[in-house]
């Protein structure tokens, strides 16, 4: 009797309802983030077990579960259309192009965040005007002038032209980061003497290492996973990931297992990418998320 009545009384005190909510509440938070979770990773959760079947299997309905894996679909997809070479010449062509992006957006958004001019005010918001502009709308005059400069299937055009989408974006990226940097600690450097290329290298990149980590993967994965540039900027010289995977498509037919395992490898430097550098992309996107 003393047990139950103690039982009701600790269901009714305050307290207790108020940990039963927060329970309840870290429930419900751990449920949607599990179903948010599935709806993302079921496609490349398919895309690596159709990686892994005979074209019979990949194509039966019902779905086959329980098959023989066929790890030669890697080295088959590897050797098929060129995509070995096309997979390196991507890898280059990220590199270098993130590179040139962070030289350029680091120093940019430094100017932007410390200087506040209107001109520089215009000019940002001219940047990211650019920046919202749908791709396709760069595509005619972009090819027009590649076709004179020489700059058509080459590394370095299609460098340069990643930098009218991915620099604008950084360099917005990289300003809002520098912003959260008290001016005070820039002003005590530039009294002990140091130039303002000092204060940049020494005093803000250090500061900001996790938001230029953040802006860099956000650069290398918009470099990698885009199709437009590609499509229209290069041919047989320079061919990317992303448009050699579409051309594993045959007349009126796919190989989906082949195609599947060169989606899989070209994931893989993303997944890489990310893990290494997970601890400062979290750091980075949160950063001046909290005041105080």
Known sequence: MNDAR???RWELHPKSRVNRHRLLGKCASFLTLGVISAVFLAPVVWMALTALKTQREALALPPVWIFEPQWSNFTRAWQSNDFGRSFLITTSVSIFSVMLTMLLSIPA?????????????MFEVGMIFIRMLPEILFMLPLYSIFQTTGLFDTQLGIVLAFQIFNLPYSAWLIRQFVAEVPVELDEAALLDGASVWQVLWHVIIPTIRP????????????VWTNLLLPLTLTY?????????IANFKGYGS?????MSAAAIISLAPQF?????????????????????
């Open 109 to 121: 958004g430094y100017v932007l965040a410390r200087y506040r001019r209107r001109w520089l005010s």
């Open 236 to 244: 047989s010289e320079t061919p990317m990931v992303a448009t050699t």
């Open 254 to 258: 796919f190989d989906w297992p082949i």
């Open 6 to 8: 103690s039982l009701v």
């Open 272 to 292: 890489l990418f990310f893990l290494f550098a997970q601890k400062y992309i979290v750091k980075g996107l949160t950063l001046g998320a909290v005041k105080g």
């Open 211 to 222: 938001g230029i980590v953040a802006a860099t993967v956000l650069s290398f994965i918009a």
